[in-house]
């Protein structure tokens, strides 16, 4: 084949063909549609004509509005990617993220800002994943939703906040025990420790142990194991502080299996019971491996480890409780005890020991403060010789836990919360749940100082709540334990504060036979009785739902309605104790959520 035979032809040449034979096509069409003859034309014609016909397609209106809806549509993608990266691209920083600024009155304005500062405060809520070093779990006997409103209101006004409700999570327990809606503390307390919910006034034993059953509590498969036992057979160190008896029904729990929290001492035993073998929760404390290996026990109750003690004005005897009369010491069986395992140990009984205790130099601490329960805050003696606050007791416990690697548990029950309530003073209930907050303050400060905020669980709960009621339509800022109005019926007035069930709560004119005119009396005074609806020997429990609010390490596992028992596994899971230790399930749930 030759390169210049006219077999060859150029790729241009090609193109350029084609585009002639198009013209001439066209202009043919053209002159047969006038009656013409066709006439060809030249390069630049053609050229010229294809420039035209592209300005007319710019020009058109279908291109115009397609050019107009695309710009449109590519102006609001672009704000949608602002807006979009604006508010979800960091939620973890409210700093960041902005919002309209609006002129409003500023009846709306302050709670616009409010508003505001409470969504920072959530957007910047972070996910603790790390594992528990230390639990510390507050434990408010008988505290429930109304009692902390009424509380924080004493307190801080309705629009103030107790210490614990600022922690950045927070659930409700639901509180009835396996045989009763409403429960007491025993079976309440078994369920956040234990993990199991139990019959009514029983402890340290399951379901299948009826209330009085000596016999059946004895049997070891039914004794409910705890967070303090799993503790201690992990080498962690443990303790409890109360602000009630260290035999009581709350403290108990932690360390005794009885089937009537009524069997503290010998003395309210019934013979059998002795006779069948069953040990009475004050030498369960002393005499057996749970309660020996406790490192810090701190509350009143002395008149059920000691014989025959006396009361005095300033610390008298327990009436409602029995007192032990059997010969025995065991405060110094339990003293001898420690002696003879050669473990350093203090036993210590007022303000002045507890507060010169060298906790850097001992591992086990016995306080007992008072012959029965502590007095209530406002009313103890702050001298060397009285009886020390909850923050007193719960910073020193710290302070000896704290003399481990292993970590710690430590148990603070504000007692005296449910006393108060049992005998119908409500101000007192509320005064106690200040020293509660109090307590919870000062905790959280010890941690920070020592940078042990993110690596402890810290816990504030309830075991159950009390009859107390919020009434009538007071003024915002308005004395809560003063009066809301009078009664329809009668014109009466009432106080805010009323009981359901009372200790002498229902309270008549003899003369006009009709309710007692509160506002004839002093609302405020400690001593004051709240009236109630019906009355019974004591206020008696009420079966609500309780809050639980938690900070620290594993803290967002309390995230809704839970059942009370539910407490006593988080607590074993973010330890990584008892049934957590070293599991395959442990190992699971932790690849699921990564520390």
């Not at 036992?229 to 009630?244: C, I």
């Not at 360390?255 to 010998?266: F, G």
């Not at 003696?381 to 704290?402: I, Y």
């Not at 919870?440 to 690596?455: G, I």
Request: charged letters at 20%.
């Amino acid at each position: 084949m030759s390169s210049t035979g006219t077999d060859s032809t150029k790729l241009g040449d090609v193109g350029l063909i084609e585009v002639q034979l198009d013209s001439l096509d066209s202009s043919h069409n053209f002159a047969n549609s006038n009656g013409g003859t066709p006439r060809t034309k030249t390069l630049p014609e053609q050229q010229q004509l294809q420039r035209q016909q592209q300005k007319n397609v710019f020009k058109s209106k279908v291109f115009i509005i397609a050019v107009s809806f695309s710009a449109v549509l590519m102006i609001a993608m672009c704000i949608g990617f602002l807006v979009h990266y604006e508010f979800a691209g960091d939620v973890s920083d409210m700093e960041t993220v902005s919002y309209w600024h609006v002129t409003l009155p500023k009846e709306q304005q302050e709670w616009y800002d409010r508003g505001i500062n409470e969504l920072k405060v959530a957007l910047n809520r972070e996910l603790n994943r790390r594992r528990a070093k230390n639990v510390i779990l507050f434990v408010g006997d008988g505290m429930g939703p109304n009692t902390v409103t009424a509380s924080r209101i004493y307190g801080y006004k309705e629009e103030g906040l107790l210490s614990w409700e600022r922690f950045p999570h927070m659930g409700l327990l639901k509180t009835y025990c396996a045989n009763k809606q409403v429960p007491d503390s025993f079976s309440t307390a078994t369920a956040l420790f234990g993990g199991v919910k139990v019959n009514y006034e029983t402890g340290g034993v399951d379901a299948t142990v009826p209330l009085g059953n000596c016999s059946a509590s004895l049997q070891e498969a039914h004794h409910v194991q705890n967070i303090l036992n799993w503790a201690q057979a992990d080498g962690m160190r443990t303790g409890f502080v109360t602000t009630t008896r260290v035999t009581h029904a709350t403290p108990a729990a932690l360390y005794a299996h009885v089937p009537d929290r009524r069997w503290e001492c010998e003395s309210v035993m019934p013979a059998e019971a002795q006779q069948q073998g069953c040990m009475d929760i004050a030498r369960q404390l002393v005499e057996t491996k749970t309660g020996q290996q406790i490192n810090v026990i701190m509350g009143g109750g002395r008149q059920m480890l000691i014989s025959n003690v006396t009361g005095t004005d300033r610390d008298p005897l327990d009436t409602w409780a029995g007192h032990s009369a059997d010969g025995r010491n065991l405060m110094q069986d339990w003293a001898q005890h420690k002696f003879d395992q050669g473990q350093s140990h203090a036993v210590i009984q007022n303000n002045g020991e507890l507060r010169y205790l060298d906790t850097a130099n001992v591992d086990y601490v016995l306080g007992i403060f008072a012959n029965g329960h502590l007095k209530y805050d406002h009313e103890r003696d702050a001298s060397d010789a009285g009886m020390p606050s909850l923050t007193n007791m719960t910073l020193k416990a710290l302070e000896v836990l704290g003399n481990s690697d292993k970590g710690y548990l430590l148990v603070v029950e504000a007692g005296m919360i449910d006393q108060a309530h049992h005998r119908g003073n409500a101000r007192k209930a509320l005064s106690e749940v200040l020293a509660l907050n109090e307590a919870v303050q000062a905790v959280q400060a010890h941690l920070k100082a020592k940078d042990q905020l993110d690596e402890t669980l810290m816990i504030v709960t309830a075991d159950h709540s009390h009859s107390l009621t919020i009434n009538g339509h007071p003024e915002r800022g308005a004395d809560i334990l003063g009066l809301a109005g009078n009664s329809k019926t009668e014109e009466t007035p009432y106080t805010t504060l009323t009981y359901g069930t009372s200790y002498q709560g229902f309270q008549v004119d003899p003369q006009r036979m009709m309710r007692q005119n509160p506002a004839l009396s002093d609302t405020r005074d400690w001593e004051y009785t709240q009236q109630a609806a019906i009355n019974t020997n004591e206020n008696l429990h009420g079966g609500s739902d309780v809050t639980i609010h938690a900070r620290g390490a594993m803290s967002y596992l309390f995230h809704g309605v839970h059942e009370q028992s539910y407490v006593a596994h988080v607590i074993s899971y973010a330890l990584r104790i008892g049934r957590f230790r070293d599991s395959t399930i442990a190992e699971s749930l932790a690849e699921l959520m990564p520390l």
